[in-house]
């Protein structure tokens, strides 16, 4: 069985950094494409960035250059780095491990606000 578990979630003044973490449990880690996502109220979840085994990433155009998406095999943790923080980034940010069907973690809420 597959669990996921989001860190690192908060309230953050726009302009500022978080690192969100997913520790990832009941699977081979490793072998499966891991992606970010969110869901700002009264919207649809959307894709923020994606990251295969091989280490290639993908990411939203809203957030490239600002977001970066990586992964620790050893420690079968994911990671989103965000820096310069809008407050449209407000979001609850969910971890997804995609292996045929996509398995979900529970979310962390991100707030940019002044």
């Known amino acids: 069985q597959v669990q996921l578990v989001e860190s690192g979630g908060g309230l953050v003044q726009p302009g500022g950094s978080l690192r969100l973490s997913c520790a990832a449990s009941?699977?081979?880690?490793?072998?499966?494409?891991m992606g970010w996502y969110r869901q700002a109220p009264g919207k649809q979840r959307e894709l923020v960035a994606t990251?295969?085994?091989?280490?290639?990433?993908n990411y939203a155009g809203s957030v490239k250059g600002r977001f970066t998406v990586s992964r620790d095999n050893a420690k079968n943790t994911l990671y989103l780095q965000m820096n310069s923080l809008k407050p449209e980034d407000t979001a609850v940010y969910y971890c997804?491990?995609?292996?045929?069907?996509?398995?979900w973690g529970q979310g962390t809420q991100v707030t940019v606000s002044s």
């Open positions: 009941g699977s081979i880690f490793s072998i499966y494409t």
């Open positions: 990251i295969t085994s091989g280490g290639s990433t």
């Open positions: 997804a491990l995609h292996r045929g069907v996509v398995y």
